[in-house]
């Protein structure tokens, strides 16, 4: 069976803590299919002490931070912008100084797969970790025996769905969430969620015909985000039913934020939060968001190291970092959701903080699968008769 091809991706009215997301986000400017890398260390960085190890790793940790020196490079193909890296690859390398030489991809999120298997099957791939938020490609990769068997020491402090998949770790939890622009709309048609919005514009139909953006569940994180509400928000298909007729489909987070932006559509549903908060909250003021109040679906951002990784204790530390506090912190500095209790950060709502605001009951945490090709289809056919 083959998967799901995948295009380039990307709340109630209270609002969360004091945000700081993406400072400096213009230093990094535009990205090019490989994400700006830091400059090469010095050599007193390269001769930096080593860090103290946690109490909780074991002795033989040691090793893996000495031989990191030796490798000083890390690459990771993603689909996550330098953006929403860069605050964890400067905590990273402020740990470790003699790795600063670390570049990640904005790919789109089929390609982060694709190349990686493409270049393994001529013999060799430069990649070490892969990084994505697109759940079903993740249930393929699983089926392919690529994934380096590590397992973390941090595993025991994080919940036990941390490891998705074997080598598949949970790096953040972003909701799926929608924007609005709030220029074109009164304040008695601002959502807070997708069944709220479908009284909005069938109150007004011939207002709202054609103002709504939504993901393509042709594409892998449409398919997830279209199938997560349905299969798990009460009532989702109805809510689709009656919100479809009204919308247009598009193919990337990018395009449907910026026709938020340009005031083409009022409305943009099913982005990832990863792309749609940090969107709306430096707008300035133009638009809004909103998580989804009768239930909001929770979409991992994972990433693996592969068994082929040229800098394998680079790689080890980096992921370890990432699921520590410290480095979870970093992800919410970023704009991304952290899901590991302990964390102390005030970027970004944590996933608990999401679970308070909302009800446990109303926050669902997508879990990758691999999909067959014959029941995406069949769920996109079902997908376009409610739209009409």
């Not at 030796?70 to 193909?77: A, C, G, N, Q, S």
């Not at 964890?88 to 797969?113: E, Q």
């Not at 298997?117 to 759940?135: F, I, R, W």
């Not at 952290?338 to 709502?349: G, H, L, N």
Request: charged fraction near 20%.
């Amino acid at each position: 069976m083959s998967t799901i091809p995948l295009a380039p991706t990307s709340r109630p009215a209270s609002r969360p803590t004091r945000r700081r997301l993406l400072r400096g986000a213009a230093a990094v400017g535009s990205l090019a299919a490989l994400g700006g890398a830091l400059s090469a260390c010095t050599a007193d960085e390269a001769n930096a002490a080593a860090p103290q190890t946690p109490a909780h790793y074991p002795a033989s940790y040691d090793r893996i931070v000495e031989a990191s020196r030796r490798e000083r490079k890390l690459l990771i193909y993603s689909n996550t912008s330098q953006t929403n890296w860069q605050p964890a690859f400067d905590a990273f390398t402020r740990r470790y100084p003699w790795l600063s030489d670390i570049r990640a991809t904005n790919l789109g999120g089929s390609a982060v797969y694709e190349r990686y298997y493409s270049e393994s099957a001529a013999g060799a791939s430069p990649a070490d970790v892969l990084a994505n938020n697109a759940g079903p490609l993740w249930g393929d990769y699983a089926t392919r025996d690529v994934a380096a068997g590590y397992r973390s020491p941090e595993k025991d402090h994080l919940p036990d769905w941390a490891e998705l998949l074997p080598g598949v770790w949970t790096m953040s939890t972003d909701p799926v969430a929608l924007i609005y622009n709030r220029k074109t709309l009164s304040r008695d048609q601002i959502p807070d969620g997708l069944r709220s919005l479908a009284a909005i514009v069938e109150a007004r139909p011939s207002r709202f015909r054609g103002r709504i953006g939504v993901y393509d569940p042709t594409n892998a994180y449409g398919y997830a985000s279209n199938q997560g509400y349905t299969s798990k928000v009460a009532g989702g298909w109805d809510t689709f039913r009656r919100l479809l007729p009204f919308a247009h489909a598009d193919h990337s987070s990018g395009t449907l934020v910026e026709k938020v932006v340009s005031g083409e559509y009022d409305f943009s549903i099913n982005l990832s939060g990863g792309v749609a908060i940090p969107a709306a909250e430096n707008s300035g003021g133009l638009m809004g968001w909103s998580y989804y109040a009768e239930g909001t679906v929770v979409m991992p951002r994972a990433l693996s190291i592969v068994k082929t990784a040229p800098h394998p204790h680079a790689a080890r530390l980096f992921l370890d970092f990432l699921l520590s506090a410290e480095g979870q912190a970093a992800v919410a500095e970023g704009g991304l959701v952290p899901y590991r209790p302990d964390v102390r950060q005030d970027a970004m709502d944590s996933l608990q903080d999401m679970r308070r605001k909302l009800g446990a009951e109303r926050v669902h945490l997508y879990r990758p699968v691999r999909v067959p090709e014959r029941v995406q289809e069949a769920y996109v056919a079902r997908w376009r008769k409610a739209g009409g």
